[in-house]
């Protein structure tokens, strides 16, 4: 693997599927950021055949749940003192509000502009979710 400085105060976004770095990385708005980034990309290694690597130089705010939506088999390092003091474990969360929206032309979301749009988790294996009003499903996937 490339030899990349090593960060002081940051974060780790590890065991990206390779070629998903990319929808991480500008979700995040890493493009606009100030502070170095190091995006990996085609990394070797053990557990996956070739992965995407983010490292952050910087403690950024990362809603989890959307990024458990993105990839659950991401994992997340956070870095102080250029230790790892915290492992994240990325789930697919329970039920997500105004991140999926609803593609349904007939759902009550669709014709009523004000309405959140609520999803619940239907299948983990297919990550799939159901639109709380009209059972649409969406794929995880589907939001970004
Ligand atoms: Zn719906």
Not at 50 to 73: E, H
Not at 88 to 111: D, F, G, H, Y
Request: charged fraction near 25%; hydrophobic fraction near 40%; include cysteine.
């Amino acid at each position: 693997m490339l030899n990349i400085a090593r960060i002081r105060n940051g974060i780790v976004i590890d065991h990206i599927k390779a070629g998903q770095g990319i929808k991480v990385f500008n979700w995040l708005g890493l493009d606009r950021a100030s502070y170095t980034v190091a995006f990996v990309v085609n990394a070797s290694s053990k557990r996956m055949d070739k992965k995407d690597i983010i490292k952050i130089d910087n403690t950024i705010v990362i809603n989890f749940d959307i990024l458990g939506l993105i990839d659950p088999n991401i994992t997340v390092n956070i870095i102080e003192d250029g230790a790892v003091t915290r492992k994240i474990k990325l789930r697919l969360p329970q039920r997500v509000e105004n991140v999926l929206s609803c593609k349904n032309p007939r759902c009550i979301t669709a014709t009523e502009g004000y309405i959140a749009h609520i999803f619940y988790l239907d299948n983990p294996e297919r990550r799939t979710y159901r639109c709380e009003y009209c059972d649409e499903l969406r794929a995880a996937g589907d939001f970004i």
